[in-house]
């Protein structure tokens, strides 16, 4: 088969499994395959494709019909310019973090010249704190996470995509903690999906993703409740606090934040102009 033919042969496949955009995933999956920008399909349609590769392509052809993510199939998922491996252990980092991401790293460069004590919570594949660390490498980062399988995934990253030692820390939020240990900033995304609709989320994300990552709670706020109570007392006096949040969490967030004392409460947007990240500061309460 020659490009043009497979490419036709797996948007039919793609779209008869009801896939969105099945020409476009056909041509993301081919590219991945042949190792290859898209564009180089319509300069050599006639282009012949081997085997080996056609086999691999079926082989994703058939995952993806099965709602798998494209980022499981290739292993990995790009963020902040960056190549994370990812696995089905850690949520898929997602581009409406990156302007969470983009404010901390002017606020640190502004803020803290020379250097901050960074502590990412809920880390997942390490997404946030690693690109932390690459644009402000003066930064010492640290990752937390309640799942030994995540950190794996995080360590990995961490050695791959940045230099510096990057500190993993194993166990329930800040259980894993020194009891001593503080922070300038703790940032964190943590599971943020109501349990009464955690079925209706799409299949690619409720059969693949890691439900550890998703599941919020009854109401969607256990781990800010417990996160923002907590933090305090691992956050250096001034320090600040960053919170992804979901679409319908900002009034309630605010109003925790407010409850635990935290101040100069900032919002931030995503690319679709949601209130997507949430910045308090820890501050002494005046006499």
């Known amino acids: 088969m020659d490009v043009k033919e497979i490419l036709d042969f797996g948007t039919t496949i793609l779209k008869k499994a009801g896939v969105e955009n099945p020409r476009l995933e056909a041509e993301i999956l081919l590219s991945y395959i042949l190792d290859c920008d898209r564009v180089y399909f319509y300069a050599h349609p006639q282009e012949k494709v ?8 079926l082989k994703g052809l058939v995952r ?19 190549s994370f491996e990812v696995s089905p252990d850690v949520l898929i980092p997602r581009p409406d973090t990156e302007p969470m991401v983009e404010y901390l790293i002017q606020r640190l460069t502004n803020d803290y010249p020379k250097g901050a004590k960074i502590f990412d919570l809920c880390t997942g594949s390490g997404a ?12 010492e980062i640290a990752l937390g996470d309640i799942s030994t399988e995540a950190l794996r995934v995080a360590g990995a990253n961490a050695k791959q995509l940045v230099k510096g030692a990057v500190t993993l820390y194993q166990g329930d939020l800040f259980a894993a903690l020194p009891k001593d240990e503080k922070f300038d900033v703790i940032v964190s995304n943590p599971p943020y999906i109501k349990r009464m609709d955690m079925q209706a989320l799409a299949p690619d994300i409720l059969n693949y993703e890691p439900h550890l990552a998703l599941d919020g709670g009854s109401s969607g706020l256990d781990f800010y409740e417990r996160i923002i109570a907590e933090a305090r007392d691992y956050l250096k006096t001034p320090g600040i606090l960053a919170l992804e949040i979901g679409d319908d969490q900002e009034v309630s967030v605010i109003d925790l934040l407010v409850k635990h004392g935290y101040a100069n409460i900032e919002k931030h947007y995503d690319l679709g102009s949601h209130v997507r990240c949430l910045v308090g500061e820890h501050i002494e309460k005046k006499s």
Do not use: S, T
Request: with cysteine; charged share 30%.
């Open 64 to 82: 993806r019909c099965e709602n798998e993510p494209m980022a499981y199939i290739f292993g990995k998922k790009e963020f902040m310019g960056m």
């Open 50 to 57: 081997d085997q080996l590769q056609k086999e691999a392509y």
């Open 128 to 139: 946030i704190g690693i690109a932390l660390k690459k644009f402000y490498p003066q930064g």
